[in-house]
T-cell receptor, first 112, second 113 residues
Framework: GAGVSQSPSNKVTEKGKDVELRCDPI?????LYWYRQSLGQGLEFLIY????????KSGLPSDRFSAERTGGSVSTLTIQRTQQEDSAVYLC??????????FGPGTRLTVL | SQQGEEDPQALSIQEGENATMNCSYK?????LQWYRQNSGRGLVHLIL?????REKHSGRLRVTLDTSKKSSSLLITASRAADTASYFC?????????????FGQGTTLQVKP
């Protein structure tokens, strides 16, 4: 079956521009997570969606970051007015319940 | 913020040797998981050990968990060149019911043929 997919796989943008990153979770998975991985580092939690509950946004680093999940499926992570320190790989994961998260291939964002 | 430390940060061994990686964490957990990452992209889930378990095996992988020391180890036996990757431990946080994972910094393993 299809796994978690993310698009684009790579994104190069100029400082100050807005970007949107997309995640398609595994069908039927109610939980969706966004993580960020800076070069040579572990993953940093950003945001969590579970069904129709209010998302846990506690990991978002600034108000330039936002995410939504439409219809309990596809999620979009938006970064406004990108900065060079936003350069990282953004990983999405989905799960049924709160265990066994399945990760997508990630989007590598480069801010020039 | 990261949960804790992984040790060593980098490990280079010959094919056929065993590789041991260690992980420490800070909070009370329900479970601890190990993931593998190739080329800095998607993570592959390797094994999950629950807080009431002390040791778990899966193929050539052996994971131990010591909740009194808040530490875990991953042993890969009879390593192969294809095991070359970065390995991360990840814990949940028992005080949170979201299931969000807190990752260590990772160990980069190189297995030389």
């Amino acid at each position: 079956g299809a796994g978690v997919s993310q698009s684009p796989s790579n994104k190069v943008t100029e400082k100050g521009k807005d970007v949107e990153l997309r995640c398609d979770p595994i069908s039927g998975h109610t939980a969706l997570y966004w993580y960020r991985q800076s070069l040579g580092q572990g993953l940093e939690f950003l945001i969590y969606f579970q069904g129709n509950s209010a998302p846990d946004k506690s990991g978002l680093p600034s108000d330039r970051f936002s995410a939504e999940r439409t219809g309990g499926s596809v999620s979009t992570l938006t970064i406004q007015r990108t900065q060079q320190e936003d350069s990282a790989v953004y990983l999405c994961a989905s799960s049924l319940g709160t265990q066994n998260q399945f990760f997508g291939p990630g989007t590598r964002l480069t801010v020039l | 913020s990261q949960q804790g430390e992984e040790d060593p940060q980098a490990l280079s061994i010959q094919e056929g040797e065993n590789a041991t990686m260690n992980c420490s964490y800070k909070t009370s957990i329900n479970n601890l998981q190990w993931y593998r990452q190739n080329s800095g992209r998607g993570l592959v889930h390797l094994i999950l050990i629950r807080s009431n378990e002390r040791e778990k095996h899966s193929g050539r992988l052996r994971v131990t968990l010591d909740t009194s020391k808040k530490s875990s180890s991953l042993l890969i036996t009879a390593s192969r060149a294809a095991d070359t990757a970065s390995y991360f431990c990840a814990t949940d946080d028992r005080s949170s019911n979201t299931g969000k994972l807190i990752f260590g910094q990772g160990t980069t393993l190189q297995v030389k043929p």
